[in-house]
């Protein structure tokens, strides 16, 4: 509900002297203040505030007056009293309505304000002037409220509010909250916040923790949170707010709906299927289709009424997902994977023919279109019990049940077969005990306990045996070009994930000397646990069709698991996160409002790995370490002025430092691979064993290993048992000077209301984390062996006579790799932001605005191996990655958000979404030029040769010089201006960008009114409106064929150079993309 009402004026005050003695003495009270009170405990919760003055008739202030809050719709009250200045805030209040705020006085006639509504972060303004009694009769009373439109001035720039009337209005294609977040002009795709990595950020629902841990976000289902059970979120980008802790670029926050007075409910159903969506996408492929049904209910209501209410919520979904595994080419000519690599049809049909040698059904489909059943199942429950005037409890839970099978993410979706596909399940929940106490007029205490939990787990569907990799070539239109199948994964299968955060938060908010405090404390300790069978079951490498059909593997490689170390039960390691804070608002002059926060964070690694004395001998690091970082003193500040007192022209601007957070799946590989568990085992082809006799590999008898898991090879073929030297294996091992990341953050924002309805303005954002967290091999020699003159004087760590595909660089051969997981890289966002809104008649809005965003810092971290981009040097402090691009970069991105009014009970709201995004990188094939070992040896950036230059044709020869410009005349020109402007240098990682692209959604619905209360909500959602339009457009055009630009093809050990193939289809474009899909909702309110 948007409301205008009168404003009051400010008081006029004048002198220049005055002003700045006053602004002075503010600063410094407020440093002192932030800095000397004693902390308890807090939180970020609703942030929903009703502040206001009380004067007289000569507009003198009402000391002492009476001021009474109250909900009319849970009995919910709350009483104050004004303060010295007449002034009196209540604060953290339960959202909903509507609210009476009453205010009384002896000697003074009574005045109320009625029918306020509250929503998360608003601040709601009303001003009392009181008359006395004997001018009663005349009935005099002034009330002046700023509400609705207005009441989010002082997070205008912060944060983006998403309400009940965006969920009732808005399409969500998955029905989940998490679809709406495209609301905010600072996000391009995702929750990457600024275009940089989400897993950084926080979560939180009713003021508690809602991040998974081991990977960060809120957890592998769709939705943990019915958005039945929501009542609105944010997403908070710039909040210098104390209790907003841990997240580096921001992160979300959501409100649950609770229980009233009045008994209501709904029953719910929404569907989607094949008949309601394209039978084609824009590739002019036949698809599938899929079908998606949800169905609910949601029921609240009193208990007794204005003391208990409760609230319970059930969503339940079915979805035949539709998704495919090499059928990414409508040319017949040839297979296109999902990563881009292609193989002719006669290579892949001889490829098909012999997977059944492996014990795969030569009747499964492996390649094409598939459907897969998805369930997932949501509960909600909640009770809000007011236990007299003064306390408040809430109890509230929600739990989650998903399953989804054949599941093809990662490797097996880029490169896979059906028959690598696996099981996936997660489940979790989060609880909440919120204790809400108004201590004294002037002082309010919050208690939350909560607890969150997430278990995921990855099914085996067949016997236990090793992975299938055919790494080889094929010709394609002539050209000869690289490609990877994959029919046996199983790489991480079977595992398990779990992680239990336990939270104890507090809240005490103190109105002293007509300022705003907040002092406390934020307390978490996760524990997470988990079995990770990565790598334990062996894989075996094809170099090239014949030898897969053959069944002649030419490398196998293996976790070999010792005697005595098999992983029964999950290991588990926890993280305790502490923190104190302080916090004081107050205005320093007329009409501007700052506040001075000071916040503490410790985090404590309080489980050690056990002892491995041989790390310490060969490279000097212990692993058994309990790293603990002290170092987190974030001060922050944030200004709001309202130029002129007029509440025209709105001004905020804030700047901080914040902890940002970890995920826990690398500290648990600390326990798991402490290089006491697993032996390595590595052996190619041609190898020779100590003795100079040839390596024979084992032959793949997948009928053994089905049956017998101890059959899969392993014992007699570790280093010690060839008598090649000690068992290499890897050690994963925390950094015992590990930091947490470090973020600075600052914003400044300029607001106009043109009108009581229309606002325009702008803001600017600058966003820099450091210590961010890295996997660096500590086992690598910096000693540079020679440099790759010609192509920017790249460093190799291995002889000239060792360079080879698969070289290895180390300093200690006790490991083949020793993964420190420390600090390193930083990343940084540059943001500007123009918007418009208008709040217009009957419920209708209308919002637009547009970013120019830059992302930087490649961040390339996978949880658990070093996947850096290399370009001259492993050893540059990060500065290659940290001038990249992050993968999660958008440029630009211009947002449109209709709301039509209600006519006849028919409501259109529409979401036009305009964004350049998607990051590309020019890499060289999978060749580990340097010896560094990092993972699939596919992050070496490409050093871009000059075709122009003579020196490229000494170096690289005529056709190279011809196959280079072939990609420059005919790649997408946005993937040829990439090229151009790295000529002579290694490649921007993530330098290249994707055209723009567009999405029309929409959705028009109709509510029906029954007899009283009783009412039938219908909508239609459309998504891809344009293709719905026409069948031509509602697509992009993506870059693709960017996996490489180049191969190599050969090394010459007398001019140490490399000699690569250019891959000519670099870069190049299609129009492609999904159709449109209609689903259709009703939905029964009582």
């Given at each position: 509900m948007h409301?205008?009402a009168?404003f009051a ?5 004048s ?17 002192i ?6 902390g308890t405990l ?7 505030s009703v502040h206001?003055?009380?004067v ?5 202030p009402?000391?002492?007056a009476n ?7 849970t009995?919910?009250q709350?009483a104050t009293?004004?303060g ?7 604060s953290?209040?339960?959202l909903g ?5 009453s ?5 003074y ?27 009663a009769?005349?009935?005099?009373e002034v009330?002046?409220?700023?509400a609705g439109?207005?009441s989010?001035?002082r997070?205008?720039?912060?944060s983006t ?6 969920l009732r209005?808005?399409p969500?294609?998955d029905r ?7 609301l ?9 916040i600024?275009?940089?990595q ?6 939180l629902?009713?003021?508690?923790n809602?991040?998974?841990a081991a990977?960060?976000g809120s ?11 929501l009542?609105e979120?944010?997403?908070v980008?710039n909040?210098?707010?104390?209790t907003d ?5 921001g992160g979300?926050?959501?409100v649950?709906r609770?229980?009233?007075?009045r008994?209501?409910g709904?029953i719910f159903?929404y ?7 394209a039978?084609?996408d824009l590739?002019?492929?036949?698809v599938a ?5 949800q169905?609910?209910f ?6 007794i ?6 609230f319970v ?9 539709q998704?495919?595994?090499w059928?990414q080419s409508t040319?017949?000519?040839?297979y ?8 002719s049809r006669e290579?892949?049909?001889?490829l098909?023919?012999?997977v059944?040698q492996y ?9 094409g279109f598939?459907q ?5 199942d949501t ?7 007011q236990?007299?005037?003064?306390h408040r409890?809430?109890?509230r ?5 998903y399953?989804?099978?054949?599941m093809?993410n990662?490797?097996?979706?880029r490169?896979?077969t059906?028959s690598?596909a ?5 489940s979790?929940?989060?609880?909440l005990?919120?204790l809400?106490?108004?201590?004294s ?8 306990i909560g607890y969150f939990?997430?278990?995921r787990?990855?099914r085996?569907?067949?016997?236990r ?14 050209e ?24 104890l ?5 103190l109105r002293w000397g007509?300022n705003d405090?907040?002092i ?5 300790y ?7 069978t990565?790598d334990?079951?062996g894989?075996f ?16 490689r293996r ?13 588990d ?5 502490l923190?104190?804070y302080?916090?004081?608002t107050?205005?320093l002059?007329?009409?501007?409002e700052a506040?001075f926060g000071?916040r503490?964070?410790v ?7 056990d ?6 001998e060969?490279l000097?690091y212990r692993?058994d370490v309990?790293?603990?970082?002290f170092?987190n003193i ?10 002129g007192?007029?509440?025209r ?6 700047v ?6 970890t ?5 648990i ?5 402490n290089?006491i568990?697993?032996t ?5 082809r041609?190898d020779?064993d100590g003795?100079?006799?040839?390596i024979?590999?084992?032959?793949p008898d ?8 101890s059959s899969?090879?392993g014992?007699?073929l570790?280093d010690?048992?060839?008598?090649r030297?000690s ?9 015992e000077?590990?930091k ?10 300029y ?8 606002r325009?303005?702008g803001?600017?954002?600058f ?8 996997m ?6 910096d ?5 790759v ?6 460093e190799?760590?291995?002889p000239v ?8 660089a180390r300093?200690?051969?006790?490991f083949?790799?020793?993964l420190?997981y420390?600090?390193?890289n ?9 918007d418009a809104?208008?709040a ?6 209308i919002?637009?605005s547009y ?9 390339r971290?996978?949880n658990e ?6 370009g ?9 990655i940290?001038?990249?691009?992050s993968?999660?970069?958008f440029?630009h991105?211009?947002l ?9 009970g ?6 036009i979404n ?5 990051r590309?990188?020019?890499l ?6 340097s010896?560094?070992r ?5 992050g ?6 000059d ?8 170096v690289?020869?005529?056709q190279?010089v011809e ?7 005919n790649a ?14 290694y490649?921007?990682?993530?330098g290249?960008?994707?055209p723009?692209?567009?999405s029309?959604?929409l959705?028009?619905t109709?509510?029906i ?5 009783h009412?039938i ?9 344009l ?13 693709i064929?960017t996996?490489?630009l ?7 050990p ?7 193939r250019v891959?000519?289809?670099f870069?190049q474009?299609?129009?492609e993309?999904?159709?449109f ?9 009582f």
């Amino acid at each position: 509900m948007h409301r205008f009402a009168t404003f009051a004026q400010h008081p006029i005050r004048s002198g220049h002297a005055r002003i700045a003695t006053t602004l002075g003495r503010s600063i410094a009270g407020s440093l002192i203040a932030a800095i000397i009170l004693p902390g308890t405990l807090a939180a970020q919760a609703t942030d929903a505030s009703v502040h206001g003055s009380v004067v007289a008739s000569d507009s003198m202030p009402v000391a002492g007056a009476n001021v009474i809050l109250r909900n009319e719709s849970t009995g919910f009250q709350s009483a104050t009293l004004a303060g010295p200045t007449g002034d009196f805030a209540f604060s953290q209040l339960p959202l909903g309505g509507p609210y009476s705020v009453s205010v009384s006085m002896l000697g003074y006639r009574e005045a109320s304000e009625v029918g306020v509504q509250l929503s998360q972060g608003e601040r709601v303004e009303v001003r009392f002037e009181l008359v006395t009694e004997a001018l009663a009769l005349e009935g005099i009373e002034v009330v002046g409220t700023v509400a609705g439109f207005r009441s989010r001035d002082r997070r205008l720039s912060s944060s983006t509010s998403i309400d009940q009337s965006d969920l009732r209005t808005l399409p969500a294609a998955d029905r989940t909250f998490s679809n709406l977040q495209q609301l905010s002009p600072l996000i391009g795709s995702g929750g990457n916040i600024f275009g940089q990595q989400s897993r950084n950020n926080s979560i939180l629902i009713d003021g508690v923790n809602a991040r998974e841990a081991a990977f960060g976000g809120s957890g592998d289902s769709p939705y943990k949170l019915s958005m039945e059970a929501l009542r609105e979120f944010e997403v908070v980008t710039n909040s210098y707010d104390v209790t907003d802790g841990r997240g580096a670029f921001g992160g979300i926050r959501a409100v649950t709906r609770s229980g009233t007075n009045r008994l209501e409910g709904s029953i719910f159903a929404y569907h989607q299927d094949e008949r309601l969506a394209a039978r084609q996408d824009l590739l002019g492929r036949d698809v599938a289709g899929q079908t998606k049904s949800q169905r609910g209910f949601s029921l609240g209501g009193p208990i007794i009424r204005d003391k208990l209410h409760f609230f319970v919520a059930y969503d339940g979904e079915r979805f035949a997902e539709q998704f495919d595994m090499w059928s990414q080419s409508t040319d017949d000519t040839y297979y296109q994977s999902n990563e881009g690599e292609r193989v002719s049809r006669e290579d892949m049909d001889r490829l098909l023919a012999a997977v059944p040698q492996y014990g795969i059904d030569p009747e499964q489909q492996q390649i094409g279109f598939f459907q897969r059943d998805v369930t997932l199942d949501t509960y909600f429950g909640r009770l809000d019990w007011q236990i007299d005037n003064r306390h408040r409890l809430t109890v509230r839970s929600f739990s989650d049940s998903y399953s989804r099978p054949n599941m093809n993410n990662s490797d097996i979706g880029r490169y896979g077969t059906m028959s690598a596909a696996y099981d996936f399940t997660n489940s979790g929940n989060n609880t909440l005990a919120h204790l809400r106490s108004q201590l004294s007029p002037t002082t309010l205490n919050e208690l939350r306990i909560g607890y969150f939990s997430n278990d995921r787990g990855n099914r085996i569907t067949t016997g236990r045996h090793p992975q299938l990799w055919v790494l080889a070539q094929s010709e394609v239109n002539g050209e000869l070009e690289n490609f990877t199948f994959m029919p046996r994964y199983n790489r991480w299968t079977p595992e398990t994930q779990i992680a239990r955060t336990l939270s104890l938060t507090n809240n005490t908010h103190l109105r002293w000397g007509g300022n705003d405090v907040v002092i406390g404390t934020e307390n978490t300790y996760t524990r997470s646990e988990g079995i990770y069978t990565h790598d334990t079951q062996g894989r075996f490498d094809f170099f090239s069709i014949e030898a897969f059909e053959n069944m002649q593997p030419d490398r196998y490689r293996r976790k070999h698991t010792n005697p005595g170390q098999e992983l029964v039960d999950p290991v588990d390691a926890g993280l305790a996160e502490l923190s104190a804070y302080a916090q004081l608002t107050r205005e320093l002059v007329p009409d501007l409002e700052a506040t001075f926060g000071l916040r503490y964070d410790v985090a404590i690694f309080t489980t050690p790995a056990d002892y491995n004395p041989v790390l310490e001998e060969e490279l000097g690091y212990r692993n058994d370490v309990n790293p603990v970082d002290f170092t987190n003193i974030q001060p922050r500040l944030n200004l709001h002025w309202d130029l002129g007192g007029r509440g025209r022209d709105i001004v905020n601007a804030g700047v901080g430092l914040f902890m940002g957070q970890t995920v826990t799946r690398p500290y648990i590989y600390s326990m798991i691979d402490n290089g006491i568990r697993f032996t390595e085992v590595d052996v190619s082809r041609g190898d020779m064993d100590g003795n100079g006799a040839s390596i024979p590999l084992p032959t793949p008898d997948y009928t053994s290993y089905d049956s017998d898991y101890s059959s899969i090879p392993g014992d007699g073929l570790t280093d010690q048992d060839l008598g090649r030297g000690s068992d290499a294996q890897v050690i994963r091992f925390l950094d015992e000077d590990l930091k947490m990341p470090r973020a600075f953050r600052a914003h400044a924002s300029y607001h106009r209301y043109l009108t009581d309805w229309l606002r325009v303005g702008g803001s600017a954002y600058f966003a820099h984390v450091s210590r961010l967290h890295v996997m660096e091999n500590v086992n690598l020699p910096d000693q540079v062996q020679f440099t790759v003159e010609g192509e920017g004087g790249r460093e190799v760590y291995v002889p000239v006579s060792q360079v080879a595909p698969q070289a290895v660089a180390r300093k200690s051969e006790q490991f083949a790799d020793a993964l420190m997981y420390t600090n390193g890289n930083s990343a940084r966002s540059t943001s500007l932001v123009l918007d418009a809104t208008a709040a217009l008649t009957g419920g209708s809005s209308i919002s637009a605005s547009y970013t120019f965003n830059e992302a930087r810092g490649g961040d390339r971290f996978r949880n658990e191996d070093d996947q850096r981009f290399v370009g001259a040097s492993y050893f540059d402090d990060y500065s290659f990655i940290n001038d990249a691009y992050s993968e999660n970069d958008f440029r630009h991105k211009l947002l449109l958000n209709v709301t039509s009014p209600t006519v006849g009970g028919w409501q259109l709201g529409t979401l036009i979404n305009l964004r350049q995004q998607g990051r590309f990188s020019a890499l060289v094939g999978r060749y580990d030029l340097s010896g560094t070992r990092i993972r699939e040896e596919v992050g070496y950036a490409a050093f871009v040769f000059d075709p122009d230059d003579p020196g490229t044709r000494d170096v690289q020869g005529d056709q190279f010089v011809e196959d280079m410009r072939f990609v420059l005349d005919n790649a997408h020109p946005n993937a040829a201006e990439y090229l151009r402007d790295n000529f002579g240098e290694y490649a921007t990682a993530y330098g290249g960008i994707n055209p723009w692209s567009a999405s029309v959604d929409l959705r028009l619905t109709n509510e029906i009114q029954l007899l009283g209360s009783h009412r039938i909500l219908l909508h239609v959602d459309a998504f891809n409106l344009l293709n719905l339009i026409s069948d031509s457009r509602g697509g992009n055009d993506n870059i693709i064929n960017t996996a490489s630009l180049y191969d190599v093809e050969s090394f010459d050990p007398e001019t140490q150079t490399f000699q690569y193939r250019v891959n000519r289809d670099f870069g190049q474009s299609r129009y492609e993309g999904s159709g449109f899909n209609l689903a259709l909702g009703a939905k029964y309110i009582f």
